[in-house]
């Protein structure tokens, strides 16, 4: 398993710092744990694959520890999805990564990305969590179930009940239930209403993070993309022509504005990263080959699920307990019977999904499964009962974790999304304030812990070699940017 986990460098005044990728951290486009997502101010912190919880959170731990020690004294890390003070879409700087060809690409990838949703969107952090199976684990599986597939068919049955059942995810660890106004300036559209002078939250939501004005595919799908989960040629399919359909909306900013590249090309997806999803099945790519390419010709290696909302009450945003669940869940959607998804059921999913994240905590509320209206704490109660079961082959610790956890099914008021509202309405302050407390308690208590010196020793070789690796990949060009491009998109 690993963990990436993103969060915005803001300033001592509470907006989004202005100061480029410290250089004390290394070079973000070759750095394999410290690197930079939409925004230069954006960090992602990413652990290697680790057998278990506790090495995961270690390193997760003493990764974000050296981050508050390297900072400037003038920044901090914002410990939650939705962002700080933002002052608008010029304040929000799109990362850089060099002068290279492969450098230049990320950065007009996000230069598109702003150019189609807006940068404000992007500022929004999460936490994915990576997971793979044995093969050997799965080919037993297999031979136990009577069900003969291959890993890849496994991975993806595994996939679409991540799909069917994933609402649970924010319902139970949803922790953005409400976001500074300042996100929503000059939005027009939206159904929050207001908290206090600064925040504008829903009363029962767990996740706007995962909502519609969080960062999704609503004009992908209005477009026809829609990702396919029934086989991997089918998933692979899916994201390939949301990659070779032009789209007009897009043709209108155009690829290129007074010689700058204003996105990477006008298609529905510029490339099949653009499609946000709550789960992905991935593969270990090859350097110089697409992902999707690498899915079709390797397989898939693990599965990422995406739907996490850092949790600003706690300090690394997740914890053990709740990876423990994870763990579970993810066994449960391996171990449960996955038929294909139809187009109706798609419709059921994708109408729970915004429930959930709007509504979530709503006292009656009903989701669809299988045609039929079903109340939250039905469906969970049926779920945990399963649930439960996959739990007793972790052992006795995961059983009794995951049945505290599923407690918040017939009791939303443990939910860590009413847990924060209730915070905020006992303190009597808004979102920016209470995520502001946590953000400079955390820094406090970081730098007052011991430091891990083997790994800090391993961050500064791996800040220096990073840097060495950005140059040699920059001294290596030998072709000019516009040629780089064509040359990629015409991989098969």
């Given at each position: 398993m690993g963990i990436e986990k993103e969060g915005l460098r803001v300033s001592r005044k509470g907006g989004l710092s202005?100061?480029?990728?410290?250089?004390?951290?290394?070079?973000?486009?070759?750095?394999?744990?410290?690197?930079?997502?939409?925004?230069?101010?954006?960090?992602?912190?990413?652990?290697p694959p680790l057998p278990d919880a506790k090495s995961v959170l270690n390193f997760l731990q003493d990764t974000q520890h050296y981050l508050y020690c390297r900072l400037p004294k003038d920044q901090n890390f914002w410990p939650a999805s939705m962002p700080c003070v933002i002052r608008g879409e010029t304040y929000i700087p799109i990362a850089q990564y060099g002068s290279s060809n492969r450098a230049k690409m990320k950065t007009v990838y996000r230069q598109g990305l702003a150019n189609r949703y807006g940068s404000v969107m992007q500022t929004i952090a999460g936490i994915h969590f990576n997971y793979s199976f044995s093969t050997e684990f799965i080919k037993q599986c297999c031979l136990f179930s009577n069900v003969e597939q291959s890993q890849d068919e496994a991975y993806m049955a595994l996939t679409r009940n991540v799909v069917r059942y994933g609402w649970i995810v924010p319902y139970l660890f949803g922790a953005s239930p409400a976001v500074c106004k300042s996100f929503l300036k000059g939005y027009h559209q939206h159904s929050l209403v207001e908290f206090n002078d600064s925040t504008l939250y829903e009363p029962y939501a767990t996740s706007l993070r995962m909502g519609d004005i969080g960062y999704q595919n609503l004009r992908e799908d209005e477009a026809g993309v829609k990702a396919n989960y029934n086989s991997l040629d089918h998933y692979i399919h899916s994201l390939k022509s949301g990659m070779s359909a032009s789209c007009s909306e897009y043709e209108r900013i155009g690829i290129k504005k007074n010689g700058h590249y204003q996105q990477l090309n006008t298609n529905i997806l510029q490339i099949e990263n653009e499609y946000y999803a709550s789960v992905r099945p991935k593969p270990l790519v090859k350097a110089g080959q697409k992902p999707l390419d690498s899915l079709s010709d390797q397989g898939i290696a693990y599965i990422e699920l995406r739907s996490l909302d850092v949790n600003p009450s706690l300090p690394m945003g997740i914890d053990e307990q709740q990876i423990h669940f994870l763990e579970v869940f993810l066994l449960f959607c391996l171990l449960k019977e996955s038929p294909a998804i139809s187009t109706r059921e798609q419709f059921e999913i994708d109408g729970n999904d915004q429930l959930i994240a709007h509504e979530g905590r709503k006292p009656n509320l009903t989701l669809k499964?299988?045609?039929?209206?079903?109340?939250?704490?039905?469906?969970?109660?049926?779920?945990?009962?399963?649930?439960?079961?996959?739990?007793?082959?972790?052992?006795?610790?995961?059983?009794?974790?995951?049945?505290?956890?599923c407690r918040r099914f017939s009791n939303p008021e443990l939910t860590?999304?009413?847990?924060?509202?209730?915070?905020?309405?006992?303190k009597n302050q808004g979102f920016f304030d209470d995520t502001n407390t946590f953000a400079k308690q955390y820094r406090r208590e970081f730098l007052a812990n011991d430091i891990n010196q083997i790994h800090f020793d391993y961050l500064d070789a791996q800040a220096k070699s990073s840097c060495k690796r950005q140059r040699e990949i920059e001294e290596s060009d030998t072709i000019g940017f516009d040629e780089f491009l064509s040359q990629y998109f015409e991989q098969t």
């Open positions: 202005q100061a480029p990728h410290p250089k004390n951290l290394g070079c973000a486009l070759t750095h394999p744990n410290i690197t930079t997502d939409f925004s230069e101010s954006l960090l992602e912190l990413v652990t499964h299988q045609s039929k209206e079903v109340s939250i704490a039905e469906f969970g109660s049926q779920l945990a009962t399963d649930l439960e079961l996959c739990a007793a082959l972790f052992g006795k610790d995961y059983q009794t974790q995951v049945s505290d956890i860590p999304s009413a847990q924060m509202l209730e915070r905020m309405r006992n």
